[in-house]
């Protein structure tokens, strides 16, 4: 595997349900970001983490709660989410967002579909 | 309050001919500018940046513009191919500043025809 991994691609689920969304990133990096795209809105940063911790949480709802047990992994642990929450929820990482030019490598996203 | 601007949402270009995508951003702290590509079902992929000490860049067919003085930076593609269809995204960032991230534009849809 190379790049940036994320899984599922797909996930459907209830408002009481309770899933994860995984990504692995293979480049070496120090930091992982989550992003939020919906229809027709800019790709809209939740959460940074720099070398494991959280450096940014973009006034995300508690219902999104991260965790990123080492600097090659990111998960995103959801709960009692809602209809507006469906989306397509990207992973990237770089290899330092502190203090210099920050290219960042996207994984392929997980389309979130809350019923 | 959109920092970075795409205000064109579609495009469409002859294939051979120059593809030109604008974006605008109002925060004048930010220093480096990149363009993202992304086809359906894939997650965005890093084409071309600059930084705010020069006003172009050039990656074979990809050339980035920057106006600091307009706070406006550009895309050309040429010769822009059917391969090139496809959504493409500005994004600035202030170096230093909220740890390096970057502020995405709505996008813009490049359709290449034949």
């Given at each position: 595997e190379t790049g940036v991994t994320q899984t599922p691609r797909h996930l459907v689920m209830g408002m009481t349900n309770k899933k994860s969304l995984k990504c692995e990133q293979h480049l070496g990096h120090n930091a992982m970001y989550w992003y939020k795209q919906s229809a027709k809105k800019p790709l809209e940063l939740m959460f940074v983490y720099n070398f494991k911790e959280q450096t940014e949480n973009n006034s995300v709802p508690s219902r999104f709660s991260p965790e990123c047990p080492n600097s090659s992994h990111l998960f995103l642990h959801l709960h009692t989410?809602?209809?507006?929450?469906s989306a397509l929820y990207l992973c990237a990482s770089s290899q330092d967002p502190a203090g210099s030019y920050n290219e960042q490598f996207f994984g392929p996203g997980t389309r979130l579909t809350v019923l | 309050d959109q920092q970075v601007k795409q205000n064109s949402p579609s495009l469409s270009v002859q294939e051979g001919r120059i593809s030109i995508l604008n974006c605008d951003y109002t925060n004048s702290m930010f220093d480096y500018f990149l363009w993202y590509k992304k086809y359906p079902a894939e997650g965005p992929t890093f084409l071309i940046s600059i930084s705010s000490i020069k006003d172009k860049n050039e990656d074979g067919r990809f050339t980035v513009f920057l106006n600091k003085s307009a706070k406006h930076l550009s895309l050309h593609i040429v010769p822009s191919q059917p391969g090139d269809s496809a959504v493409y995204f500005c994004a600035a960032s202030a170096r230093g500043g909220s740890q390096g991230n970057l502020i995405f534009g709505k996008g813009t849809k490049l359709s290449v025809k034949p």
């Open positions: 989410l809602q209809p507006e929450d | -």
